[in-house]
């Protein structure tokens, strides 16, 4: 399906004709080669059709994107399990691995949370630790292992993360005395 003398114009070309599991199977083969890019894959986030999909093929995309560990590639792999797993119609259980590594990587882990992605990280969050409540320590401890290291964070911050490590402090009152754990 996808040619190199295409290759400019194949990915506006899926934004305008939509996406089936046949299309997002080709997509994959040419983001393997190179034809396609990680921002062709945000009409999984914008399409109608995305919630008519094979859920295994999302998720081969998410392990894609995270195989590529580079930050254009996990913010829409971010963007895309938002819009998958967080709509409200979607009755998709979340992939509690792919989901996690996901969500601990530690590009998102800057200020550039207190933007969209940052929505979209504790929306999906929150969402993942309804269903995983026993993860919730282990990204506790993470976000605090970060928050340590931001020298521009205050307590009182209303980010993403301070809601999150609030919400799971919460939950297991050990952590709100340090007993849990402790930044060094």
């Not at 062709?40 to 999909?53: A, E, P, W």
Request: charged letters at 30%; proline letters at 2%; hydrophobic letters at 40%.
């Amino acid at each position: 399906m996808f040619e190199d003398k295409f290759k400019k114009i194949v990915g506006q070309l899926i934004w305008r004709t939509g996406v089936n599991n046949n299309i997002l199977k080709q997509m994959l083969v040419a983001y393997a080669k190179g034809i396609l890019s990680t921002k062709d894959f945000l009409v999984l986030r914008f399409s109608k059709d995305t919630k008519n999909l094979d859920q295994r093929l999302v998720e081969d995309v998410l392990s894609d994107m995270l195989d590529r560990n580079v930050k254009d590639a996990l913010f829409v792999a971010l963007e895309i399990a938002n819009s998958f797993y967080c709509d409200k119609d979607a009755s998709r259980q979340i992939p509690k691995d792919l989901i996690f590594e996901l969500l601990t990587k530690s590009d998102f882990f800057t200020d550039r949370l207190e933007t969209m992605q940052g929505y979209y990280w504790g929306k999906l969050t929150e969402k993942y630790l309804d269903i995983y409540p026993e993860r919730d320590v282990e990204l506790f401890k993470l976000i605090m292992t970060h928050l340590g290291n931001w020298r521009f964070m205050c307590l009182k911050s209303n980010s993403t993360f301070h809601s999150v490590a609030a919400r799971v402090a919460k939950k297991n009152p050990k952590m709100r005395h340090g007993r849990l754990f402790r930044i060094s």
